[in-house]
């Protein structure tokens, strides 16, 4: 069974940073790209970042770049979301994805997501 774990979240004051780290069993995570996404109260779900699966290639929101760089260390198959100066707005859940395609499927992989609250 395919599982992604997203772990780091938490309560952070504004301007604070956190980690937030997206684990995988089940799979190689280091075979796909993976992005993460997040879902305020009461808004829908945002693209935040993707990285392709050989952590060559990243693109970040702009609601977000230049705060929240995404990186991986396959050997440790982990995706990570580096999240800095931290507002109030990037307040949500945040999720990591991953899409495995299988000819003739295709398999959408989600993590349970981990809660990140920015206040003072």
């Known amino acids: 069974e395919v599982q992604l774990l997203e772990s780091g979240g938490g309560l952070v004051q504004p301007g604070g940073s956190l980690r937030l780290s997206c684990a995988a069993s089940?799979?190689?995570?280091?075979?796909?790209?993976v992005t993460w996404a997040r879902q305020a109260p009461g808004k829908g779900s945002e693209w935040v970042a993707v990285?392709?699966?050989?952590?060559?290639?990243?693109n970040v929101a702009a609601s977000v770049k230049g705060r929240f760089p995404i990186s991986r260390d396959n050997a440790k198959s982990t995706v990570y979301l580096q999240m800095n100066n931290l507002k109030p707005d990037d307040t949500a859940v945040y999720y990591c994805?991953?899409?495995?395609?299988?000819?003739?499927?295709?398999?959408?992989?989600w993590g349970q997501g981990t809660q990140v609250t920015v206040s003072s």
């Open positions: 990285i392709n699966s050989a952590g060559t290639m990243t």
């Open positions: 089940g799979l190689t995570l280091g075979d796909y790209d």
């Open positions: 994805h991953t899409l495995v395609i299988q000819f003739p499927r295709s398999y959408n992989y």
